[in-house]
C-alpha cells in the first residue's frame, strides 16, 4: 500500500511522519503530534477504495494515448467550416474506435 495516498484519502495529517521507505509498499514507522493516526484497517480501507477508483477508471487511461490529437481535430474543423466534414467525420470515427475498443466499465 502507498501510505501517502491512503493519508491524502483519509485527510489526516501528522506533524512529523516517518515511513519505513520512501517508495510504495510502505508503513508508518514513527507519527508525532497532528490529527491522531490511522489505524491499520482505515488504512487498508482507503487502500481498498483507492484500488477499485482506480480499477473503474482504466478504460480513461487506456483510452488517451489512442486518441487522435487535439491537432487533428482542429484542422478537421477548419475544413468542416469550409463545408467538408470528410475530415470531422474521419476524427469522430476514430474517437468511437477508441471507445469501442476501451469501453466504460469494460475489463480493458
Do not use: F
Request: aromatic letters at 8%.
Amino acid at each position: 500500500m502507498d501510505v501517502a495516498i491512503c493519508l491524502n484519502r483519509l485527510g489526516v495529517k501528522p506533524e512529523i511522519l516517518s515511513l519505513n521507505q520512501a517508495h510504495a509498499p510502505n508503513h508508518i514507522v514513527r507519527w508525532i503530534g497532528g490529527d491522531p493516526q490511522p489505524t491499520e484497517a482505515e488504512l487498508e480501507a482507503a487502500w481498498q477504495e483507492h484500488l477499485a477508483e482506480q480499477a473503474a477508471t482504466q478504460y480513461q487511461r487506456n483510452r488517451q494515448p489512442e486518441y487522435p490529437s487535439l491537432a487533428d481535430l482542429a484542422d478537421a474543423l477548419y475544413w468542416d467550416s469550409t463545408g467538408d466534414s470528410t475530415k470531422l467525420d474521419e476524427y469522430y470515427a476514430a474517437c468511437a474506435a477508441v471507445k469501442a475498443k476501451y469501453p466504460k466499465g469494460g475489463d480493458s
